[in-house]
C-alpha cells in the first residue's frame, strides 16, 4: 500500500482555520492533523517528530502547514523548521498565516495586471498606499509591493508609531524599503493619496475605508484593490465582484473588488499545496512564492 | 460499507507527536483523532464515549492510544481506561508516553542481545547503571531491566528524587517486585567501577561517563546511550554504534547507540499499533508488551 500523505497544521492559534482545513482536503492531502496553541520553542521537536517517523518514500508524502495570524512568527516557525531538518529527512513547508500570504500575493498580482494592461505601467514605477496597512494581509501586501519595486508605504488610522514600527520590522526581515504613515480623518486620507497611483485596501471587513469624496482627491490614481467582502467595500465604487471596473473618480482609474481577488488567492493556495503534495523535492513555500504562482495565475 | 479503523489519540500535552502521528496512520489506522490537554479525570468519560458510539464489530476497529510526557499518568490512565470498558464494549489501548516504553523495550532488548552475543550472559544478576534514569526512559528501562533480573541503581543529579523515581519504580510499574537502588551522579565514578552494564537516558548534549570511567569500568560489557545529538552520553559511543567496542575500556565491554536502539523501538512500536489493528480481543499494551515485541524483533534480525 502506497503510504498516505499527510499535512500536520501548526498554528500558533487554539485553532485551525476550517479554510485552511478545506483547502487542503480539496488538494488531495489523505489526513490532516491539527496542531493549536504551538509556540515558536516547540517547533523544532514537533518539526523532528514529523521527519524521524517515517521511512524515505513516507517522508515525501509528508508536509507541514504553518498557520496563524501573525507573519513575522510563520516566518520565524517556517525558519524553525527548516532548520530542525537535513538530508534525507526534509518535507516541504508552506506558510500561509490567516491565509495573508496567498491574499496579499493575489492582490498585488491582480493591480500588476491592471496596470500593465490599462496604464502601460510596472510596479517599480508606481507609489503605492495601504491602507489596513498593519496586519497581516496588509503588510504582506506591502513586502510584497515594496520588493517588486513600488514605492509603498503602509498606513495605519490609529498610530504614525504602528505604522513605522512595522515598516522597520519587515524592511530588516523582508529587505524590503516600506515607509509609514498615519491617515484616520477623511482629511488626512484625502491630503495622504493625493500623489498615490496604487491604492491597496486590506482593512478590517465592512468598514468604508474611502469615501467617494475622498477617493476624488486621488488624482495621481491609476488602480484600487480592495479585499473586504463584507458590505460596505472598503473602497467606495468596488463591488465584490469587480474584476476591472472604471472608478467613476479619478478618471481612468480601475478598481478591483474582493471576490475577484479571492479567486485568484484561492487558485494560489491551491497551488502551493498542490506543491507540497507533489513535488518531489521539498519546498519551502511563503509570500514570495505566492506571488509568483498568483502572478503566473492572473 | 466496512466501518473505518479509528484511533484515538489522547493526550496530556498541548498537543499530540507528530511521531505517533505518522507511526499510526502508517499502521494502517485510517482516521487519527487528537484530543490534547486531556486530564486523569476525564479518561473514563472520553472512553465510554468511545465505546458506546460503535457496535461491538466496528469495536474491533476502534482502540486508544495513550501519549503525554508521563510514564505513572499514562499508565494510570490505561488502568482507568481498561476499567471503564466492559465486555463486549471494549477496544484496545496503547500507552506509549513520550515513545519512552518502546524506545526503552527496543535498549532493553538490543543490550540483551549484545550481553548474548559478545558474552554468553543474560541481564540475570548483573550490575546495572541507569545513567540519567530519572526520565520516562530511564525508568521504563530500570523496570524492565529489573524484572528480567539485573541488579539496577537509577543514577540522577539529586538523591532525593533518584530515591522518589526508584521507589515509584518498584512499588507502582513493578508492583512491589523488584528493587530497583538509587544513586547520585557525584558516585558515577565508585559505581562504574563494578557496573556491569550501562545504559545513557539522560537529556541531550550531557556526557555522563567521560574517558577516565570508562577505563575503569572493569566489569563493563555493555553501554546503550538513547541520545542521537552529539555530544553523547557516554564518552567514545556513536549514535551509529551497534555492538562495536568502546575504546579504552579494559574488558572489550561494547556500545549500542541512539540509531541501532532506535531502528528497533521504530519496529516495536509499529507492530504494537498493529496488534491493536490485527487482533480479535483487545489488548492493553504498555512497556512489558513493548519488551516482548522488542525481544521477537531482535531475534528475528539477529
Not at chain 1, 102 to 115: G, H, P, R, S
Given at each position: 500500500?502506497?503510504?498516505?500523505?499527510?499535512?500536520?497544521?501548526?498554528?500558533?492559534?487554539?485553532?485551525?482555520?476550517?479554510?485552511?482545513?478545506?483547502?487542503?482536503?480539496?488538494?488531495?492531502?489523505?489526513v490532516l492533523m491539527?496542531?493549536?496553541?504551538v509556540?515558536?520553542?516547540?517547533?523544532?521537536?514537533?518539526?523532528?517528530?514529523?521527519?524521524?517517523?517515517?521511512?524515505?518514500?513516507?517522508?515525501?508524502?509528508?508536509?507541514?502547514?504553518?498557520?496563524?495570524?501573525?507573519?513575522?512568527?510563520?516566518?520565524?516557525?517556517?525558519?524553525?523548521?527548516?532548520?530542525?531538518?537535513?538530508?534525507?529527512?526534509?518535507?516541504?513547508?508552506?506558510?500561509?498565516?490567516?491565509?495573508?500570504?496567498?491574499?496579499?500575493?493575489?492582490?498585488?498580482?491582480?493591480?500588476?495586471?491592471?496596470?500593465?494592461?490599462?496604464?502601460?505601467?510596472?510596479?517599480?514605477?508606481?507609489?503605492?498606499?495601504?491602507?489596513?496597512?498593519?496586519?497581516?494581509v496588509?503588510?504582506?501586501?506591502?513586502?510584497?509591493?515594496?520588493?517588486?519595486?513600488?514605492?509603498?508605504?503602509?498606513?495605519?488610522?490609529?498610530?504614525?508609531?504602528?505604522?513605522?514600527?512595522?515598516?522597520?520590522?519587515?524592511?530588516?526581515?523582508?529587505?524590503?524599503?516600506?515607509?509609514?504613515?498615519?491617515?484616520?480623518?477623511?482629511?488626512?486620507?484625502?491630503?495622504?493619496?493625493a500623489?498615490?497611483?496604487?491604492?491597496?485596501?486590506?482593512?478590517?471587513?465592512?468598514?468604508?475605508?474611502?469615501?467617494?469624496?475622498?477617493?476624488?482627491?486621488?488624482?495621481?490614481?491609476?488602480?484600487?484593490?480592495?479585499?473586504?467582502?463584507?458590505?460596505?467595500?472598503g473602497i467606495?465604487?468596488?463591488?465584490s465582484?469587480?474584476?476591472?471596473?472604471?472608478?467613476?473618480?479619478?478618471?481612468?482609474?480601475?478598481?478591483?473588488?474582493?471576490?475577484?481577488?479571492?479567486?485568484?488567492?484561492?487558485?494560489v493556495?491551491?497551488?502551493?499545496?498542490?506543491?507540497?503534495?507533489?513535488?518531489?523535492?521539498?519546498?519551502?513555500?511563503?509570500?514570495?512564492?505566492?506571488?509568483?504562482?498568483?502572478?503566473k495565475?492572473? | 460499507?466496512?466501518?473505518?479503523?479509528?484511533?484515538h489519540?489522547?493526550?496530556?500535552?498541548?498537543?499530540?507527536?507528530?511521531?505517533?502521528?505518522?507511526?499510526?496512520l502508517?499502521?494502517?489506522w485510517?482516521?487519527?483523532?487528537?484530543?490534547?490537554?486531556?486530564?486523569?479525570?476525564?479518561?473514563?468519560?472520553l472512553?465510554?464515549?468511545?465505546?458506546?458510539?460503535?457496535?461491538?464489530?466496528?469495536?474491533?476497529?476502534?482502540?486508544?492510544?495513550?501519549?503525554?510526557?508521563?510514564?505513572?499518568?499514562?499508565?494510570?490512565?490505561?488502568?482507568?481506561?481498561?476499567?471503564?470498558?466492559?465486555?463486549p464494549?471494549?477496544?484496545?489501548?496503547?500507552?506509549?508516553?513520550?515513545?519512552?516504553?518502546?524506545?526503552?523495550?527496543?535498549?532493553?532488548?538490543?543490550?540483551?542481545?549484545?550481553?548474548?552475543?559478545?558474552?554468553?550472559?543474560?541481564?540475570?544478576?548483573?550490575?546495572?547503571?541507569?545513567l540519567?534514569?530519572?526520565?520516562?526512559?530511564?525508568?521504563?528501562?530500570?523496570?524492565?531491566?529489573?524484572?528480567a533480573?539485573?541488579?539496577?541503581?537509577?543514577?540522577?543529579?539529586?538523591?532525593?528524587?533518584?530515591?522518589?523515581?526508584?521507589?515509584?519504580?518498584?512499588?507502582?510499574?513493578?508492583?512491589?517486585?523488584?528493587?530497583?537502588?538509587?544513586?547520585?551522579?557525584?558516585?558515577?565514578?565508585?559505581?562504574?567501577?563494578?557496573?556491569?552494564?550501562?545504559?545513557?537516558t539522560?537529556?541531550?548534549?550531557?556526557?555522563?561517563?567521560?574517558?577516565?570511567?570508562?577505563?575503569?569500568?572493569?566489569?563493563?560489557?555493555?553501554?546503550?546511550?538513547?541520545?542521537?545529538?552529539?555530544?553523547?552520553?557516554?564518552?567514545?559511543?556513536?549514535?551509529?554504534?551497534?555492538?562495536?567496542?568502546?575504546?579504552?575500556?579494559?574488558?572489550?565491554?561494547?556500545?549500542?547507540?541512539?540509531?541501532?536502539?532506535?531502528?528497533?523501538?521504530?519496529?516495536?512500536?509499529?507492530?504494537?499499533?498493529?496488534?491493536?489493528?490485527?487482533?480479535?480481543?483487545?489488548?492493553?499494551?504498555?512497556?512489558?508488551?513493548?519488551?516482548?515485541?522488542?525481544?521477537?524483533?531482535?531475534?528475528?534480525?539477529?
Amino acid at each position: 500500500m502506497p503510504k498516505r500523505s499527510i499535512l500536520h497544521m501548526f498554528d500558533p492559534m487554539p485553532n485551525n482555520s476550517p479554510f485552511d482545513i478545506n483547502m487542503a482536503l480539496d488538494t488531495g492531502f489523505d489526513v490532516l492533523m491539527p496542531y493549536s496553541n504551538v509556540k515558536l520553542e516547540s517547533i523544532h521537536g514537533l518539526t523532528q517528530d514529523a521527519i524521524f517517523s517515517r521511512s524515505p518514500s513516507g517522508i515525501k508524502r509528508t508536509s507541514l502547514f504553518i498557520g496563524g495570524r501573525d507573519m513575522g512568527l510563520a516566518m520565524d516557525m517556517m525558519n524553525a523548521a527548516k532548520q530542525a531538518m537535513f538530508p534525507p529527512f526534509q518535507i516541504s513547508v508552506l506558510a500561509d498565516p490567516s491565509g495573508a500570504f496567498t491574499t496579499a500575493a493575489a492582490l498585488v498580482a491582480c493591480v500588476e495586471k491592471q496596470l500593465k494592461e490599462k496604464h502601460n505601467k510596472e510596479l517599480k514605477d508606481c507609489k503605492a498606499l495601504v491602507f489596513g496597512g498593519t496586519g497581516p494581509v496588509g503588510i504582506a501586501t506591502g513586502v510584497i509591493a515594496s520588493l517588486a519595486g513600488a514605492d509603498t508605504c503602509l498606513v495605519d488610522h490609529m498610530s504614525i508609531d504602528t505604522a513605522n514600527d512595522a515598516a522597520k520590522e519587515y524592511n530588516r526581515r523582508c529587505q524590503s524599503t516600506l515607509s509609514g504613515a498615519m491617515a484616520g480623518s477623511d482629511e488626512e486620507k484625502s491630503a495622504l493619496i493625493a500623489e498615490a497611483e496604487i491604492i491597496f485596501c486590506t482593512a478590517k471587513a465592512g468598514i468604508q475605508v474611502l469615501s467617494a469624496d475622498v477617493l476624488a482627491h486621488a488624482k495621481q490614481l491609476k488602480v484600487a484593490g480592495d479585499v473586504n467582502a463584507v458590505p460596505p467595500a472598503g473602497i467606495a465604487g468596488i463591488g465584490s465582484n469587480d474584476a476591472s471596473i472604471a472608478l467613476a473618480s479619478p478618471v481612468g482609474a480601475i478598481g478591483i473588488g474582493a471576490l475577484a481577488i479571492g479567486n485568484i488567492k484561492y487558485k494560489v493556495q491551491h497551488k502551493l499545496l498542490e506543491l507540497c503534495l507533489s513535488s518531489e523535492k521539498p519546498v519551502y513555500l511563503d509570500f514570495r512564492e505566492a506571488f509568483s504562482e498568483a502572478q503566473k495565475i492572473v | 460499507m466496512e466501518k473505518s479503523f479509528i484511533l484515538h489519540m489522547l493526550t496530556t500535552a498541548k498537543n499530540l507527536s507528530p511521531f505517533d502521528v505518522n507511526m499510526a496512520l502508517d499502521a494502517g489506522w485510517v482516521s487519527a483523532v487528537p484530543y490534547t490537554n486531556v486530564e486523569a479525570s476525564e479518561v473514563k468519560d472520553l472512553v465510554q464515549d468511545v465505546i458506546f458510539s460503535r457496535s461491538a464489530k466496528a469495536l474491533k476497529r476502534t482502540a486508544i492510544f495513550i501519549g503525554g510526557r508521563d510514564t505513572k499518568q499514562a499508565t494510570d490512565m490505561l488502568k482507568t481506561a481498561k476499567n471503564a470498558m466492559f465486555s463486549p464494549f471494549e477496544v484496545s489501548v496503547f500507552a506509549d508516553p513520550s515513545g519512552a516504553f518502546t524506545t526503552a523495550a527496543g535498549m532493553v532488548a538490543a543490550v540483551e542481545s549484545e550481553l548474548d552475543k559478545k558474552f554468553n550472559a543474560t541481564l540475570k544478576g548483573k550490575t546495572l547503571l541507569a545513567l540519567g534514569g530519572t526520565g520516562p526512559v530511564g525508568q521504563a528501562s530500570a523496570v524492565l531491566a529489573a524484572q528480567a533480573g539485573a541488579n539496577v541503581r537509577i543514577i540522577g543529579r539529586q538523591l532525593d528524587k533518584a530515591q522518589r523515581i526508584a521507589d515509584l519504580c518498584n512499588d507502582e510499574f513493578g508492583e512491589g517486585k523488584i528493587n530497583i537502588q538509587a544513586g547520585t551522579n557525584a558516585d558515577i565514578a565508585d559505581y562504574i567501577k563494578t557496573a556491569e552494564v550501562v545504559f545513557a537516558t539522560g537529556a541531550a548534549g550531557i556526557e555522563l561517563l567521560n574517558a577516565e570511567h570508562i577505563a575503569s569500568a572493569a566489569q563493563l560489557k555493555v553501554a546503550a546511550d538513547i541520545n542521537a545529538v552529539p555530544p553523547s552520553g557516554i564518552v567514545g559511543l556513536d549514535a551509529f554504534d551497534n555492538g562495536k567496542e568502546i575504546a579504552g575500556n579494559p574488558n572489550g565491554a561494547v556500545g549500542l547507540g541512539a540509531l541501532a536502539i532506535g531502528n528497533i523501538k521504530y519496529k516495536t512500536q509499529s507492530q504494537l499499533l498493529k496488534q491493536m489493528i490485527d487482533n480479535d480481543k483487545p489488548v492493553y499494551l504498555h512497556f512489558e508488551h513493548a519488551f516482548e515485541v522488542a525481544r521477537q524483533i531482535v531475534k528475528s534480525t539477529k
